[in-house]
């Protein structure tokens, strides 16, 4: 006869057994993913299902890309510093403000071009179907964004109002 | 001017109260036998938790001697783990997913200018 305390410890870990199981096996297809192509990559061969050739094209457009986004990023960094700047001291739009505004909707326009120009090629390393699909998902997401989602949500506190508050 | 004497100030029932004696006698260790109900009933109430969580281990104990018993903890606690994991499992991927793109758009959006909402 199996004394009752035994049993009562063999149920622990019969539920520790069954949570490891279907919790490892249910998320080890994406600690696969993650490990082999990294968290950005990831998402792209798992959400558009990309044969490995498919998934290669792709990761060497993205490869390429990445340094070009990050000189655009500084650019626009550079630009909004500029702005802020100038935007301390201003009492109403100078000649100087104009210019600096200007040059940031050029480098917008550029960066626009660029990422746009960037998605095109990522969609037709891809099948057919699922390059459409990711334009239209990456078009919703940067470059046709609604009036709504520009204006601040009811209720939520800006970065600055947090920095403040810390 | 008061012109009463002290014993004309006193009042009548203290005088009677003063008079009174008691007769009646206590019952034979009536002072221990109070302190003995006073302990038997502090040990009542403190031993009803600990009774009832010893049936409780006796009763569970019982039931996992029964074979049946025992399946049904076993196969019990088998399920509730496997749902967990799957409930888990699924909050994970969910949260995941949401990384990756967040890390995708960052990737390729260039900043400042563009709304982002992954």
């Not at chain 1, 299902?49 to 990761?59: C, G, S, Y």
């Not at chain 2, 049946?68 to 699924?90: C, F, K």
Request: aromatic content about 8%.
């Amino acid at each position: 006869m199996i004394r009752p305390w035994i049993i009562a410890i063999l149920g622990v870990v019969c539920a520790l057994a069954g949570f490891i199981t279907f919790y490892g096996s249910r998320t080890a297809e994406y600690r696969k993913l993650e490990a082999e192509c990294g968290p950005e990559l990831a998402w792209i061969k798992k959400e558009f299902r990309l044969a490995d050739d498919e998934f290669e094209r792709v990761k060497k457009l993205h490869e390429a890309y990445k340094p070009v986004c990050a000189e655009m990023c500084r650019q626009v960094d550079e630009q909004n510093r500029e702005l802020a700047r100038l935007l301390q001291t201003a009492q109403g739009v100078t000649p100087e403000i104009e210019k600096t505004l200007g040059r940031a909707a050029e480098i917008r326009k550029e960066c626009q071009t660029g990422m746009l120009s960037h998605f095109f090629r990522v969609s037709q390393a891809m099948p057919p179907e699922q390059g459409r699909r990711y334009l239209a998902w990456m078009q919703a997401q940067t470059l046709l964004p609604t009036h709504e989602s520009m204006l601040p949500k009811i209720g939520a506190k800006s970065d600055d109002d947090r920095d403040a508050h810390r | 001017m008061s012109t009463k004497t002290p014993n004309q100030d006193r009042d009548p029932l203290e005088e009677l109260l003063k008079s009174w004696k008691v007769e009646a006698t206590l019952p034979p260790r009536f002072q221990e036998d109070v302190w003995r109900r006073i302990d038997r009933a502090e040990q009542r109430s403190a031993s009803s938790i600990s009774k009832w969580f010893i049936g409780l281990a006796a009763h569970w104990a019982s039931l996992l001697r029964k074979p049946i018993g025992a399946a049904a903890y076993l196969s019990t606690l088998l399920i509730v783990g496997s749902l967990t994991g799957v409930w888990r499992s699924d909050r994970k991927v969910d949260q995941t997913e949401i990384a990756w793109r967040a890390a995708y758009l960052q990737a390729v959006v260039p900043a400042a200018p563009f709304a982002y909402h992954p």
